[in-house]
């Protein structure tokens, strides 16, 4: 474990169904960030919280929904996906102002039928 | 984002021999430059790091290089194994801002 914990680790859903992935980590980071990672494409940045306030959207379709109730809890809200979506969405943290490193989770591999 | 060239896409190696990955960075205020390494089915986890008040680190057989006039660094693996085989990504960041820049990653596959 690197000491962030993604749950579930696979998903299958519908295009029509709605389902929440939870990110957790117990590093005393402060800031956390949702990517998207597609076979044979760079990172994709989704979304960024610093101190549980969002910094960044990078142009995220609405049919993705973040939500940080905490600076150790981030969540990503799924409704209406495409099968284009599916991929390994992959949840981080740092130390915002540190000018350091991520910390990863295992991902969510997401298959959308 | 801030742009990060990394190469080669993909490396074959025979075990033993040595690996290099090279990646170029845009911005000359950045001062943090991390290596990730992703196996199958896991995140990528740091393996790597260097400041720009460094010009080489070195950890067991892993090393990583850094030429701020050319804005490039390089992850040199040496002695190379069966399970060095994965994907690597270069990033960079600091200066004005926290968020890390990622390269596209580098498929290492180790001969054995």
């Known amino acids: 474990e690197t000491g962030v914990t993604q749950t579930p680790r696979h998903l299958v859903m519908g295009m029509t169904n709605k389902k929440s992935l939870k990110c957790e980590q117990h590093?005393?980071?402060?800031?956390m960030y949702w990517y998207k990672q597609s076979a044979k494409k760079p990172l994709e940045l989704m979304f960024v919280?610093?101190?549980?306030?969002?910094?960044e959207n990078n142009s995220v379709p609405s049919r993705f929904s973040p939500e940080c109730p905490n600076s150790s809890h981030l969540f990503l809200h799924l409704h209406t996906l495409q099968p284009e979506d599916s991929a390994l969405y992959l949840c981080?943290?740092?130390?915002?102002?540190?000018?350091?490193?991520?910390?990863f989770g295992s991902g969510t591999r997401l298959t959308v039928v | 984002g801030e742009n990060v060239e990394q190469h080669p896409s993909t490396l074959s190696v025979q075990e033993g021999d040595s690996a290099v990955i090279k990646c170029t960075y845009s911005d000359s205020a950045s001062n943090y430059f991390p290596w990730y390494k992703q196996e199958l089915g896991k995140g990528p986890q740091l393996i790597i790091d260097?400041?720009?008040?460094?010009g080489e680190k070195k950890d067991q057989r892993i090393a990583v290089t850094l030429n701020k006039t050319a804005k490039h660094f390089s992850l040199h693996i040496t002695e190379t194994q069966p399970e060095d085989s994965a994907v690597y990504f270069c990033a960079f960041g600091g200066g004005n801002d926290y968020k890390l820049s990622f390269g596209a990653g580098t498929t290492v596959t180790v001969r054995a």
């Open positions: 919280y610093n101190f549980k306030e969002q910094t």
């Open positions: 981080a943290s740092s130390q915002a102002g540190a000018s350091g490193g991520y910390t």
């Open positions: 590093l005393g980071h402060n800031a």
């Open positions: 260097i400041r720009s008040n460094v």
